[in-house]
């Protein structure tokens, strides 16, 4: 990992107002908390809140998946959790956390590293 001058990542410099944790007993890969959100690794108990927002026709209208089915949603946790032990990591699938309800998901996307290419994305549920 490249650091800078004082020794930090690019990332801890970048997000140096925010609190980046470590593994927590292994179910996720990264913690990363603001003074209003949670953003963390998708876990299979998230599936429900995330279908209550993946199904909805009006949220995922301009998404080039959706509205998704109740097994659409859990294929989409598994391999979100899947992708949390890849390495070299590509596919950074985020669950969005406000006062510990799920209320969407992000995610950085690395499809060419060599040319350092990639895309970023969110999808919220439209009641929060």
């Known amino acids: 990992m490249r650091r800078n001058a004082s020794g930090f990542s690019l990332l801890e410099t970048a997000y140096s107002g925010l609190h980046i944790g470590p593994s927590i007993k292994g179910e996720f890969l990264e913690i990363i908390r603001t003074g209003r959100l949670l953003l963390r690794g998708f876990k299979e108990s998230d599936w429900q809140a995330a279908h209550s927002y993946a199904s909805d026709p009006e949220v995922v209208s301009y998404m080039d998946w959706g509205p998704n089915a109740e097994e659409d949603t859990k294929s989409f946790i598994q391999r979100s959790i899947a992708s949390q032990g890849e390495q070299p990591r590509r596919n950074y699938t985020l669950a969005i956390l406000l006062k510990d ?28």
């Open 101 to 128: 309800q799920l209320i969407g998901g992000c995610g950085i996307h690395v499809s060419d590293p060599k040319n350092r290419e990639g895309w970023i994305g969110y999808c919220l549920n439209r009641r929060f």
